[in-house]
């Protein structure tokens, strides 16, 4: 620990958090959050101006490729040690009803669901936190079985968008109002109001919201009629071939494909899957954006690790001509090869 951990400031312990993550020191991470709340900060800010932006950070540098996967591994689970650190130091007894925090199935980025389960907690809110990957049929079974006021439901990846609308549907069927965040729904929630749920931006904005149950069940229906063109649910069907279809073009076009570990060939038919399912999401809630945003992160993921732009754009193009009678989705692919022309510039 140095010095500046003596003060009881965020700003003057947020780097000495951020060295207890990378060096997986739990003991002194919890120390850190101990010390600010006997200083007399509030549990809450705790959680949202240290726990939550050295967890970006983590991501941040993952992304960068100056973390491995073990390391960031590490950390997130250091960072939740501390937020039950913080649960305990404060022990809020639940005055209010029950609201049950989830998230998506398939979404394994837990953390920031624990966070605003928390922050509920601390507002009086008698909260059970499901953790990561929900499936909707177990969601629905413990609805049925505990009275809850709401659902609270997160989502990091886009790509979850067509699952969380099931969920969201079967949540409501049980007269249960459900409210979402994350970034799987847009920065801006867009996605959200394209499913005609409600979004908030923040813990603190998801307490809010659950104070006023108008404005809770008070939202617009879903925007889907373009799903009667039939490409999202084609494309979903297809996802296998197209995958085994892109690895096969791959290999063919790049030689050294072929001499992939089984590591390195499992990272390959990762990417490729990932590249149909955001194709799909974004033909789900039709909106390229959610597609090109992909792209452009995937191409700063792998240029750091050193993957050339042009297998991806091989993909693309790949991909685009097994769906050339899908127009919604050629023209997203279209456009993801155009964010990838950009990117290829700007590293040359």
Same mark, same amino acid.
């Given at each position: 620990?140095?010095?500046?951990?003596?003060?009881?400031?965020?700003?003057?312990?947020?780097?000495?958090?951020?060295?207890?993550? =990378?060096? *997986? /020191?739990?003991?002194?991470?919890?120390?850190?959050?101990?010390?600010?709340?006997?200083?007399? $900060? *509030?549990?809450?800010?705790?959680?949202?101006?240290? $726990?939550?932006?050295? !967890?970006?950070?983590?991501?941040?540098?993952? =992304?960068?490729?100056?973390?491995?996967?073990? !390391?960031?591994?590490?950390?997130?689970?250091?960072?939740?040690?501390? $937020?039950?650190?913080?649960?305990?130091?404060?022990?809020?007894?639940?005055? &209010?009803?029950?609201?049950?925090?989830?998230?998506?199935?398939?979404?394994?980025? *837990? +953390?920031?669901?624990?966070?605003?389960?928390?922050?509920?907690?601390?507002?009086?809110? /008698?909260?059970?936190? %499901?953790?990561?990957?929900?499936? *909707?049929?177990?969601?629905?079974?413990?609805?049925?079985?505990?009275?809850?006021?709401?659902?609270?439901?997160?989502?990091?990846?886009?790509?979850? +968008?067509?699952?969380?609308?099931?969920?969201?549907?079967?949540?409501?069927?049980?007269?249960?109002?459900?409210?979402?965040?994350?970034?799987?729904?847009?920065?801006?929630?867009?996605?959200?109001?394209?499913?005609?749920? #409600?979004?908030?931006?923040?813990?603190?904005?998801?307490?809010?919201?659950?104070?006023?149950?108008?404005? +809770? &069940?008070?939202?617009?229906?879903?925007?889907?009629?373009?799903?009667?063109?039939?490409?999202?649910?084609?494309?979903?069907?297809?996802?296998?071939?197209?995958? @085994?279809?892109? +690895?096969?073009? %791959?290999?063919?076009?790049?030689?050294?494909?072929?001499?992939?570990? #089984?590591? !390195?060939?499992?990272?390959?038919?990762?990417?490729?899957?990932?590249? $149909? /399912?955001?194709?799909?999401?974004?033909l789900y809630v039709d909106?390229?954006?959610?597609?090109?945003?992909?792209?452009?992160?995937?191409a700063t993921i792998l240029?750091?690790?050193?993957?050339?732009?042009?297998?991806? /754009?091989?993909? %693309?193009?790949?991909?685009?001509?097994? %769906?050339? @009678?899908?127009?919604?989705?050629?023209?997203?692919?279209? &456009?993801?090869?155009?964010?990838?022309?950009?990117?290829?510039? !700007?590293? =040359?």
């Amino acid at each position: 620990m140095t010095a500046a951990t003596q003060d009881t400031s965020l700003e003057a312990a947020y780097p000495d958090y951020l060295h207890c993550l =990378a060096e *997986a /020191d739990e003991h002194s991470a919890i120390e850190v959050a101990h010390r600010l709340l006997d200083g007399g $900060v *509030a549990a809450d800010r705790v959680l949202l101006d240290l $726990v939550a932006p050295a !967890q970006a950070e983590v991501g941040e540098r993952w =992304a960068r490729n100056e973390w491995s996967v073990a !390391q960031e591994h590490a950390a997130t689970h250091i960072s939740e040690r501390v $937020v039950a650190a913080v649960a305990a130091y404060v022990d809020v007894r639940p005055t &209010r009803a029950r609201i049950v925090v989830a998230c998506m199935d398939g979404e394994w980025h *837990a +953390l920031p669901a624990r966070l605003v389960a928390e922050v509920l907690r601390l507002r009086g809110w /008698d909260v059970t936190f %499901l953790g990561a990957s929900v499936p *909707a049929a177990h969601l629905v079974s413990y609805l049925h079985r505990y009275d809850a006021y709401a659902v609270a439901l997160a989502s990091a990846l886009p790509m979850r +968008l067509p699952h969380a609308h099931r969920m969201i549907e079967a949540c409501r069927r049980s007269d249960v109002p459900v409210l979402v965040g994350g970034r799987g729904f847009g920065v801006d929630g867009r996605w959200a109001r394209r499913l005609g749920v #409600p979004w908030a931006p923040s813990a603190p904005a998801a307490a809010d919201l659950f104070d006023d149950e108008r404005a +809770l &069940r008070a939202v617009p229906p879903a925007d889907l009629v373009h799903l009667a063109d039939d490409e999202y649910a084609s494309l979903v069907s297809r996802r296998g071939e197209l995958i @085994d279809s892109a +690895l096969a073009e %791959l290999a063919r076009r790049f030689p050294a494909v072929r001499d992939h570990s #089984p590591a !390195q060939l499992d990272a390959t038919v990762s990417d490729l899957g990932y590249i $149909v /399912d955001f194709l799909a999401a974004a033909l789900y809630v039709d909106d390229g954006s959610l597609f090109t945003e992909f792209i452009e992160w995937l191409a700063t993921i792998l240029g750091s690790r050193e993957v050339p732009v042009a297998t991806m /754009d091989a993909s %693309l193009e790949h991909y685009g001509r097994l %769906l050339h @009678d899908f127009p919604r989705a050629v023209g997203h692919l279209q &456009r993801g090869r155009a964010v990838l022309a950009v990117a290829n510039r !700007q590293a =040359a």
